[in-house]
């Protein structure tokens, strides 16, 4: 006799707006990465956030839970934030 299976919830949609931004953020920073590879590449997390795609729905995409991608655009935060000049 098969075993049945297990249920699980389905995924919850992205709203529209957030993923076309994501998806079209993704495609542009791919192509600015072609024509002058950066020394350091940017993150996915830090890719989606700049296009407006909040926490949840990035680590929905990702993968990943939602503390990490809260922990990535913290740290991208302090390494801009020792990159800018100080006030005078």
Request: proline fraction near 8%; hydrophobic fraction near 45%; avoid cysteine.
């Given at each position: 006799m ?7 919830a ?22 600015e990465?072609?024509?002058k590879?950066?020394?350091n ?14 926490t949840?729905?990035?680590?929905k995409?990702?993968g990943?839970n939602?503390g ?7 740290r991208?935060?302090?390494?801009s934030?020792?990159?800018?000049p100080?006030a005078r």
């Amino acid at each position: 006799m098969p075993r049945a299976r297990k249920a699980t919830a389905a995924p919850s949609a992205l709203p529209l707006d957030e993923a076309i931004a994501g998806v079209l953020a993704v495609l542009v920073a791919e192509r600015e990465d072609r024509l002058k590879p950066p020394a350091n590449p940017r993150k996915i997390e830090w890719i989606l956030s700049d296009a407006g795609v909040g926490t949840a729905a990035i680590a929905k995409l990702t993968g990943k839970n939602n503390g990490a991608v809260r922990m990535s655009l913290a740290r991208r935060g302090r390494k801009s934030a020792t990159k800018r000049p100080k006030a005078r």
